[in-house]
């Protein structure tokens, strides 16, 4: 009888962010159906250690809405954010994008949203190619939009979208209690700390 070899477990290595605002994973969801007969994608920073987030709702997946979304979200979060992570899509990076690739030797072209966030005081981190699971807080959060919200209905209008996304978003961040953060919600973490403990809510 040949006896298989089993498998070596693979421990998932889990890492602390030890203060909100140290590190900003952002990513961008393909919205699950059509809305208008368009297209939509949402945008989300998530805050590691808090798990707070701003989202919004744009029809192009473009490095111009990209600044914007970038602008308006890290000065949005009440705390300075010191570092920002992204995956190496071209709306922000210019290390993977298709076309003549930099000579050797010479510096690769800045990106217009690394040049952003660094006006605004953080610093811009790729995650490796093809390792989604580096960028894993905002893609669980993702999934939990599927399964919470966009799972539950169709909505026909941008208008209605928008607004009950954001009652949903109020929940997530203020209502909803999280596993990862020992049954409390994303203020409530925030909270923990004395320089925010006044603070009721934050922006949508």
């Known amino acids: 009888i040949r006896r298989h070899k089993r498998k070596p477990k693979r421990y998932r290595r889990t890492f602390l962010v030890p203060r909100p605002g140290d590190l900003l994973q952002v990513d961008v969801k393909y919205l699950p159906y059509l809305v208008e007969g368009r297209r ?33 979200a890290l000065s949005t ?21 298709a076309g003549p690739k930099t000579p050797l030797g010479r510096p690769v072209r800045e990106h217009p949203v690394t040049k952003l966030i660094k006006t605004m005081g953080a610093s811009h981190r790729l995650i490796p190619p ?19 919200f966009y799972n539950l209905r169709r909505y026909q209008g ?8 954001g009652r949903w978003l109020f929940h997530y961040n203020h209502i909803r209690p999280h ?12 909270r923990a700390f004395p320089k925010y403990q006044n603070l009721k809510r934050i922006k949508p």
């Not at 998530?46 to 990209?66: G, K, S, W, Y």
């Not at 979060?77 to 994008?97: E, G, R």
């Not at 941008?158 to 996304?165: A, K, S």
């Open 40 to 72: 939509f994608f949402q945008y989300t920073p998530i805050d590691c250690h808090t798990r707070l987030r701003v989202v919004q709702l744009h029809e192009e997946l473009a490095i111009h809405v990209a600044k914007a979304f970038i602008q308006y």
């Open 77 to 97: 979060f009440p705390f300075p954010v010191k570092m920002v992570q992204t995956d190496n899509d071209s709306i922000f990076t210019h290390w993977y994008t």
């Open 130 to 148: 093809r390792t989604p699971r580096l960028n894993g807080r905002v893609e669980r959060s993702h999934g939990i939009d599927d399964e919470e």
């Open 158 to 165: 941008r208008r209605e979208l928008e607004l009950t996304f």
């Open 179 to 190: 596993m990862a953060l020992n049954g409390k919600t994303p203020i409530q973490t925030l």
